[in-house]
């Protein structure tokens, strides 16, 4: 059974034999009632800056810190992530990678892999076993910190040609079949340009029809994620979020452009 305790920094308390009340305890409790208990703790998502210094929770006897984490806005700065490294490195301490999907960003971008003889021979309260072993051992030569990043860790320097690099950075990894998606828009958006040099049309009357399509385009994807989020109910509240905004926003906008085309193209001026 694992728990997570929200003291002066949330940490993951595992390898128990069941829930015990960690509410108005402090830390040093904690900690040892969960090694009494034969479990593990581990200091998550410390680089936050909202818990105590480092050495605090060293002291306290905890088994390891998070030293990557892809929940919403917890990147870091990496001299910041060499800091823990290093620490965890002087004091035997181990390092692990957290998750923190609570429905937004990436479900699943960081692993902790693990090597453990004869895993595929093991049933799954072995398996529980020996993984409680290695994290109480804090045997960091048998878990590796894997992560998925599609994109580099930026700092604050350079902001001003920040947005240039960034275009360049996307520019460079397209494959094959987004470059044809961009070749196509460019085109047609070069076609449309001399369509509409070449025939006149006034401004007034593109826009309120491009308006409803927007509005139409915004409606059909916010039905495609409420379909999504009944299909991921009870693991995401993503889709459902965006579905209701996108719903919302696009039957307002739907209307005022309905309104708009009547005005315009439809109402009869008396004269």
């Known amino acids: 059974v694992g728990q997570e305790h929200s003291g002066s920094n949330h940490m993951s308390l595992l390898g128990l034999n069941g829930t015990f009340g960690t509410k108005n305890k402090p830390d040093s409790v904690i900690v040892n009632l969960v090694h009494k208990n034969g479990g593990a703790v581990l200091v998550n998502h410390w680089f936050d800056g909202k818990g105590k210094a480092k050495e605090f929770y060293k002291d306290l006897g905890v088994d390891g810190f998070e030293i990557e984490n892809v929940g919403k806005e917890l990147y870091y700065d990496r001299e910041l992530f060499k800091e823990i490294k290093q620490f965890c490195e002087d004091h035997k301490l181990l390092m692990v990678g957290g998750l923190d999907f609570h429905g937004y960003g990436r479900a699943c971008a960081v692993w902790n892999a693990f090597t453990i003889p004869n895993w595929d021979t093991m049933d799954l309260v072995s398996r529980e076993n020996a993984i409680l072993e290695v994290l109480r051992a804090r045997d960091q030569d048998r878990v590796k910190v894997l992560m998925y990043n599609d994109r580099p860790f930026y700092d604050s320097s350079n902001l001003v040609f920040r947005p240039f690099i960034t ?105």
């Open 167 to 271: 275009m360049i950075n996307y520019f460079r990894t397209l494959n094959f079949y987004q470059v044809l998606s961009w070749c196509f828009w460019l085109i047609l958006v070069q076609l449309l340009w001399n369509f509409k040099r070449r025939h006149f049309v006034a401004i007034r009357k593109i826009i309120a029809p491009a308006g409803l399509l927007s509005a139409l385009f915004l409606v059909g994807l916010g039905l495609y994620y409420w379909v999504r989020a009944n299909a991921v109910k009870g693991y995401s509240d993503l889709f459902t979020e965006y579905s209701s905004l996108l719903l919302i926003i696009g039957s307002v906008f739907m209307g005022y452009s309905l309104v708009v085309i009547y005005i315009r193209f439809f109402r009869t001026v008396k004269k």
